[in-house]
């Protein structure tokens, strides 16, 4: 067999190969059906005896019938209007034309026309005709059979990719598609020379692992293959693209798609274009069957990208049935046609002249004079006389207009409403407690809220006063509103707020803005006619090269004036460059001779000046210092496409034009606006205003926040059941942790008392003295004091303790104002151990520290802030312990154990000895610190540090694996590395440098640089042009970054293993990092091998670095936020996952264990309140 045949027919003919190729058996399928039904062959012209069996003698001899084919199979309709276009055969209008004869009017020797015969038109519609017959039947053509379902298929190695989800063939679609398919193989792949067979759903399944050629028996493995599909699950089109791009034979895709693909189209088009990209690789793709738009984007977007084809097949209407990027060719052609059709017969009618046309090239000698403004379209009633319009009241720039209107100026802000109730935290030294202690009153009747100074204050809330106060704010708000609205219209939208008497405004007018001098007319227009009637004197301005001027001096404001000056506008044209000194230099100097009112220059520009913007803001400033004179700047934005191919002498981009303006108007102490044809962009009026705005809706959130949390306060204290005859409860000071002590009773006679306080036996005041120095353990003051621990103590631990000394202790007596009673002050205190520990007063800094979460925790975790709850209830004289008593013969409990409630602390059996409100006080601030810790594993989930974790080092260097796993992930990868460098490495003015490794190292900068915003940008340019390839050479970027000798810490980012091995790598790494200390943090990027990534923590560990893997940012984030918002009631849910990172880990550890303390603080604080409600029960005991 001869491998170059082309013809099938051929092939199946060759019964001698048949026999001899492949065995006559009928235990093999393919046998099963005549060798010449495998492939259909249609169209074929009857057999006059004429035909034969070469192509080339059959093209030959129906050319000489003068049968020419419809179409060449093998090319697209692109293709195929190259030999059949209008323009190719010659049927243009242009062409048309050149049919005719040039005469002169006899009358007008200057103008030229066009005679044309009826003849030539006759014979060039027929022509036309013809082509337009042609077109059709192309169309129909590519509309019947297999080219109707899946368009026509380019190439001689076609690759297919074929939805088989359950969407696609599910009951009542599979067979048709089968058919549909079929058909295909016998119409148009079997004549190809390869082909290749891919099967997608929720998996992929191929026919042959590499592609095959086009014979008998592969062409029957495809219809078997084709006849056994089945749905399997959804549409995975993008791992099916993996899986074929891989095919590296392959110069032609056709992707069949009968549902909407699980992927975005961004993400499949942007995955196809990196993986084309120096690879001619046609694509076609198809929608069969489909009516769902994503669907339809989709492959458009993927024939956009590769340049390839579309194709759309319903089964409606025939009109709507099928549609292609062929047919749309064609459509185009025919629309071309029929309106050199509707031209001809304009012609026939003597609409456009009998015999005479114009020509379109020849311009006469007045046209040629005309200004190219002229040209330009223009506003309604641009050339007449101006509207001028009368203010009514004087304009005033926003910061002058929020003196009198803003939030200070009428009392409305936030801490001028609530100054009357703020009061500060007040600190005073408590004798008895030998201490510094604060006010807690806000505890239960104050909020407390951070003042603008930083300060915390102790506020009242009144929920009406508050209440009219966000009304107040409201109305102020739709105010700013309002005026900003007012800033945004006519005249102020290009020029701002003119608010000086003295007006003097300058244009540019140079070569740059030809294409807008109607804009600027129009913007002068609407200046003069809106803001400048209520002005004391004025000037006009326009400089390109050159500087003009409307009047020599400042002219007053009339409507004459006026007039005159709009006249003199329509007269500019456009020329030169932008030569800003001499016009700064000739408006100044003739028109700020004398000193009167506040003058202000108006600048209108498009671009920077000519001269350097130094020089520029200099004189600026220097002509503005010591008088009464802005300069106000107005830039406008034009886009790079409207210069009108000419390039400025100094160019820079819009964003560095507005920064250069911005300084000019700095300098000169005036407004600075940023306006272009769609809307303002820049403008430090609204800004000001849309300050004020956020200002009042950060008031308004503060004042709904106090209520709230009032609101819950109430609730909760509602909520907590009190005893009845207890009503002098609510008064006694959280801050009281012990009851208040019983005096000892006196004698209703005053002489013993008297007596007794000037004598001071010892023997009383050694009992007084032991009376008030005695601090009970709980709320039963009736409970001996003395007994407990003497018992608990064990000899031998006694013989080893020294005898302390009896503590010295002093005090006086006095008379109460209540009666007889006397009070003592103690001068010395005893030094007694307390057993009890009290609840501690945390504080948590709001603004988060850049440091480890290892760091953090040692200043701030739950131990150092004394909130272990099991520490707190695990004293000495808490165990709750049996005796054995021996007369009755058994271990039986104390007395007093039925009095506390008994908990198991870790195994062990506590009496519970915390009081009712300090188990609230450990609540509220156990909530306190797990919101602070939550708001900081939000900080740590956000932004760069989602992806990167946290740079703690000043000089480090960035590793980026760019190998050809990360490339769909490359472009997100882009993102954050952005987001990374302006973040972190700008903001904290770290120096820095970036190395992407794949087959090979690249290193942006040959050491560390300064994070500066030119090397910040720099750095994201850089980093915009990787492309993801190759392997993963881990130890050559290493031992690149290890070559910066002032590095301090190294951030490896990877998604999978190295090249080499793991175990020479943290060899290696060792030995480079000895004596040096370099930190490298690894991060794991889309990593799911716990091979690499157990690599990857040892390498972290080994250098005392972080280990950071983003994995379950999004649900953290959203339990973090659901557990601040919905509180802390359920201790499982929402559960936070299971973080791998080194920081996440710890903090999420940390999280938990103050979860699990809160919610056995409320079950203490339970089982208080049921004792409290049950009445006490003593057991007998020892």
Request: with cysteine; proline share 4%; net charge neutral.
């Amino acid at each position: 067999m001869n491998p170059h045949v082309d013809n099938m027919a051929d092939i199946l003919a060759n019964e001698q190969f048949l026999q001899s190729e492949w065995p006559q058996s009928e235990n093999i399928p393919w046998r099963q059906r005549k060798p010449w039904q495998d492939v259909a062959i249609i169209n074929l012209e009857p057999d006059d005896g004429l035909l034969v069996t070469h192509v080339n003698q059959t093209s030959g001899l129906l050319r000489t019938e003068g049968k020419q084919p419809l179409a060449n199979e093998n090319q697209t309709s692109e293709e195929w209007l190259t030999n059949h276009s209008l323009d190719h055969q010659n049927l243009t209008l242009q062409h048309l034309l050149t049919l005719s004869k040039i005469i002169m009017k006899e009358d007008e020797k200057d103008v030229k026309q066009l005679q044309l015969g009826l003849d030539v038109i006759d014979e060039f519609e027929s022509k036309l005709q013809q082509m337009t017959d042609l077109y059709h039947q192309r169309m129909e053509w590519l509309m019947e059979r297999s080219r109707k379902m899946f368009g026509l298929v380019k190439g001689s190695r076609v690759g297919l990719l074929i939805d088989s989800s359950d969407a696609n063939c599910g009951l009542g679609r599979l067979q048709d598609f089968q058919a549909a398919l079929l058909c295909l193989l016998d119409e148009q792949l079997c004549f190809r020379k390869q082909f290749y067979f891919l099967s997608f759903g929720s998996d992929i399944s191929e026919l042959w692992e590499t592609p095959r050629d086009v014979n008998i028996r592969t062409l029957d493995e495809a219809r078997q293959w084709v006849q056994g599909l089945q749905p399997s699950g959804t549409c995975n089109l993008l791992k099916a693209m993996k899986k074929i791009v891989k095919v590296r034979k392959l110069n032609s895709l056709l992707i069949i798609l009968g549902s909407c693909p699980d992927q975005t189209a961004e993400i499949l088009s942007d995955y196809m274009q990196q993986c084309i990209l120096g690879r001619h690789l046609a694509i076609q793709t198809v929608a069969y069957d489909c009516s769902i738009h994503m669907t339809h984007a989709t492959l458009r977007s993927l024939a956009e990208v590769s340049g390839g084809r579309y194709h759309l097949y319903c089964t409606g209407c025939q009109t709507q049935g099928c549609w292609s990027s062929d047919l749309e060719v064609l459509m185009k052609e025919l629309q071309q046609a029929s309106d050199i059709l509707e031209k001809i017969q304009e012609i026939r009618q003597g609409l456009l002249g009998d015999t005479l046309h114009e020509v379109a090239e020849q311009i006469t000698t007045e046209v040629a004079k005309i200004l190219p403004a002229r040209f330009l379209p223009q506003p309604p009633n641009h050339d007449g006389p101006l509207c001028i319009e009368t203010s009514s009241f004087l304009p005033k720039t926003s910061a002058d207009w929020l003196k009198q209107h803003g939030l200070k100026a009428k009392k409305l802000s936030l801490y001028q409403v609530l100054a009357p109730n703020a009061f500060s935290p007040l600190e005073e030294f408590v004798p008895i407690l030998r201490k510094t202690v604060s006010s807690t009153l806000h505890g239960r009747a104050m909020m407390q809220l951070e003042w603008h100074d930083g300060t915390v204050k102790n506020v009242h809330v009144d929920p009406p006063l508050l209440y009219e106060y966000q009304k107040q704010l409201g109305r102020a708000m739709s105010q700013f509103e309002c005026r900003v609205d007012w800033l945004s219209t006519s005249s102020r939208k290009i020029w701002g707020n003119v608010c000086e008497r003295r007006v003097i405004i300058l244009v540019d007018i140079s070569i740059y803005n030809s294409l807008h001098i109607i804009h600027i007319q129009h913007s002068l227009r609407l200046l003069l006619e809106q803001q400048m009637m209520n002005k004391e004197c004025f000037n006009l301005f326009v400089f390109g090269s050159d500087v003009k001027q409307y009047q020599p001096q400042m002219v007053p404001v009339t409507s004459e004036n006026l007039q005159a000056a709009w006249r003199w506008v329509l007269t500019l044209e456009c020329k030169g460059s932008r030569n800003f000194m001499s016009a700064l230099k000739t408006a100044t100097e003739n028109n700020l001779n004398e000193q009167g009112d506040s003058c202000g220059m108006y600048l209108l520009a498009s671009g920077i000046p000519d001269q350097e913007m130094d020089r520029v803001c200099s004189y600026v400033a220097e002509i503005c210092g010591g008088r009464d004179l802005q300069l106000h700047v107005c830039l406008f934005s034009i886009g790079d496409d409207e210069l009108s191919g000419m390039i400025p002498a100094r160019y820079a981009t819009p964003g560095e034009t507005a920064c250069a303006l911005r300084e000019l108007a700095r300098s000169g102490r005036g407004r600075f606006h940023w306006f272009q044809e769609t809307g303002i962009i820049e403008s430090d009026d609204i800004h000001l205003l849309l300050a004020e705005i956020e200002k009042a809706a950060n008031y308004s959130q503060k004042c709904a926040m106090l209520v709230e949390s009032l609101r819950k306060r109430s609730m909760k204290q509602s909520q907590t059941p009190t005893d009845a005859g207890d009503g002098l409860k609510m008064l006694v000071k959280r801050e009281n942790r012990y009851p208040q002590k019983l005096l000892t009773p006196k004698p209703m006679a005053l002489s013993p008392a008297r007596k007794q306080a000037s004598e001071g036996s010892s023997e009383e005041s050694s009992s007084a003295v032991r009376a008030l120095t005695w601090h009970p353990h709980s709320a039963k003051a009736a409970i001996p004091p003395a007994h407990l621990n003497k018992k608990w103590i064990h000899s031998s631990v006694e013989n080893r303790i020294k005898t302390n000394k009896t503590a010295k202790v002093s005090k006086s007596m006095f008379y109460t104002e209540d009666g007889n009673k006397i009070g003592a002050v103690y001068q010395k205190y005893p030094k007694m151990k307390n057993m009890r520990k009290t609840i501690p007063f945390v504080y948590l800094p709001k603004e988060e520290e850049i440091c480890s979460t290892s760091a953090w925790l040692k200043k701030f975790s739950i131990k150092k802030l004394g909130l272990d709850l099991h520490k707190l209830v695990s004293g000495l004289d808490c165990v709750h312990t049996k005796q054995l008593v021996r007369s009755i013969r058994k271990r039986v409990s104390a007395k007093y154990c039925a009095v506390f409630p008994s908990v198991e602390i870790n195994g062990v059996m506590k009496h519970l000895q915390l009081q009712l409100h300090e188990l609230e006080e450990y609540i509220e601030q156990m909530e306190q610190t797990l919101s602070r810790y939550l708001q900081r594993l939000q900080w740590l989930l956000s932004g760069s540090r989602c992806l990167f974790g946290m740079i703690l080092e000043k000089r480090v260097c960035i590793l980026l694996d760019i190998s050809g796993s990360t490339s769909p992930y490359l472009p997100a990868l882009k993102k954050e590395l952005t987001s990374l460098i302006w973040e972190q490495l700008r903001k904290d003015s770290h120096s820095f440098n970036l190395l992407c490794f794949a087959e090979r190292v690249t290193t942006w900068r040959e050491s560390l640089v300064e994070a500066t915003d030119e090397t910040c940008h720099d750095a994201v340019q850089w980093a915009s042009g990787t492309i993801a390839h190759g392997n993963t050479c881990t130890l050559e970027a290493l031992q690149r970054a290890f070559q910066f000798l002032d590095v301090q810490g190294i951030y490896l980012l990877t998604d999978g293993k190295p090249d080499s091995s793991c175990s020479l790598i943290l060899k290696e790494t060792q030995q480079m990092n000895k004596g040096r200390g370099v930190k490298i943090h690894t991060i794991s990027f889309n990593c799911t091998d716990s091979t690499a990534n157990e690599f990857l923590k040892k390498l972290a560990a080994q250098t005392g670095g972080r280990f950071h893997r983003c994995h379950g940012a999004v649900d953290g984030q959203l339990a973090a936020h659901k557990m601040l918002a919905g509180g802390f009631a359920d201790e499982d849910n929402p559960n936070l996952p299971a973080f791998e990172g080194d920081d996440l880990k710890r903090l999420s550890r940390e999280i938990n264990k103050a979860r699990r303390f809160l919610t056995q603080a409320k079950s203490f604080r339970h089982l208080l309140l049921e004792k409290q409600k049950k009445p006490d029960r003593t057991g007998n005991g020892t």
